[in-house]
């Protein structure tokens, strides 16, 4: 069969590898085309790549606003190229700014079409609900919280599992030992604390900042910040200077099996870091107004998707449009050797692995695509 992926983020692009390799394995005479990164196009052919993540993502409203004419002609060449390759199935991975477009463009020509790692509706924008139930034959979905939403709404998705315990699975034999990475950057023998201030760069400005002025509560630590390659490196620089903290680029689980606890924002990062074993507490600054809205805009109780699959609040969240360290200095002495919520954090996250479930999860996914496509 032929099959025809779309991603457009970096995390899109590792998911995305993971099931066109499932899709070899449950489909061995499968085609491909795509939308993707690097890592599909090792998994289903640079051939096959279309166009680069990296010419895709444009993040916050002022990168949209400058870049619509880019915009519109990707979206137009997207859909031409479609039409050219005639799939048996569109897979859309996330990225729903783009990809619900293309979604109702390929229902409205009769192209059968799966949505894999949904929308984050039951947070915001819930109107698009609607649009999943029209224009998405199926959905695959890899929260478990999603399982009770989403029937809720109208809508039976598909679960088996979160393929970012197979990528986590993939790196953790290749990953140093602590030891080692502290001689790679050299770092001194004092406990490490990751801070995993987001990445996009209106997040580092607004995360990084109080992050620094937190570390210098803990001379006898040492903070490492987990840079990402498509932000120069001045956008951390800025903020780091003076501050002792250190910088290391896209090393986001080598810093974290080397941390002793980590600092994170909100995202898929919170979820990284508990399935690692990490105690974590998620700090997140916005604008004063969205602090204030956000008990009534926000769809659900939680931003980490640790507390969001637990059912209950595990990590603190602290979310504040000051520099106040105050609460995150306590937060983060409470998490650490020794402190009065670590093993219970610890306890939480042995929980949280068996709510997502164990390694395999592409496969399934696969499986249970390919299965539907040959009895249709």
Not at 87 to 107: C, E, Q, S, T
Not at 191 to 214: D, H, K
């Amino acid at each position: 069969m032929k099959y025809y992926l779309i991603a457009g983020e970096p995390s899109g692009d590792l998911h995305g590898a993971n099931l066109i390799d499932g899709l070899r394995k449950a489909d061995p005479q499968a085609q491909f085309r795509f939308w993707g990164g690097d890592r599909m196009a090792a998994a289903g052919g640079a051939e096959n790549l279309v166009r680069h993540y990296r010419e895709t993502s444009f993040f916050g409203i002022v990168q949209v606003i400058a870049n619509l004419g880019t915009i519109r002609r990707q979206m137009r060449a997207c859909r031409e190229d479609l039409a050219a390759y005639a799939p048996d199935v569109l897979i859309l991975v996330d990225y729903p700014g783009f990809n619900m477009k293309i979604a109702r463009w390929a229902h409205e020509r009769g192209i059968r079409t799966f949505y894999y790692i949904a929308p984050k509706v039951w947070a915001w924008r819930e109107h698009r609900v609607k649009a999943i139930r029209r224009y998405v034959d199926r959905l695959f979905i890899i929260f478990p919280f999603e399982r009770e939403y989403f029937p809720r709404k109208g809508i039976e998705p598909v679960f088996e599992g979160n393929p970012l315990v197979d990528a986590l699975a993939q790196r953790l034999p290749e990953l140093p030992s602590p030891t080692e990475f502290r001689a790679r950057h050299g770092l001194d023998e004092r406990p490490i604390v990751a801070l995993l201030a987001g990445s996009r760069r209106s997040e580092i400005a607004s995360n990084l900042p109080l992050m620094v002025r937190l570390s210098a509560r803990f001379p006898d630590r040492q903070f490492v910040v987990t840079g990402v390659s498509w932000l120069d490196r001045a956008e951390y620089d800025r903020y780091l200077a003076g501050s002792g903290v250190r910088y290391v680029c896209d090393q986001t689980y080598e810093t974290l099996r080397a941390a002793e606890a980590a600092v994170v924002t909100s995202g898929t990062a919170t979820l990284e870091t508990a399935l690692l074993g990490v105690p974590e507490v998620v700090v997140y600054r916005t604008l004063w107004l969205q602090v204030k809205l956000r008990p009534y805009v926000l769809k659900v109780p939680y931003v980490s998707l640790v507390n969001l699959n637990l059912g209950r609040e595990s990590v603190r969240e602290i979310i504040q449009s000051s520099l106040e360290i105050g609460e995150a200095e306590q937060e983060l002495r409470s998490i650490l050797a020794g402190g009065a919520k670590r093993e219970r954090m610890l306890r939480d996250f042995d929980e949280l692995r068996t709510i997502i479930g164990g390694p395999g999860a592409s496969e399934r996914f696969a499986r249970r695509m390919t299965d539907l496509l040959r009895h249709a």
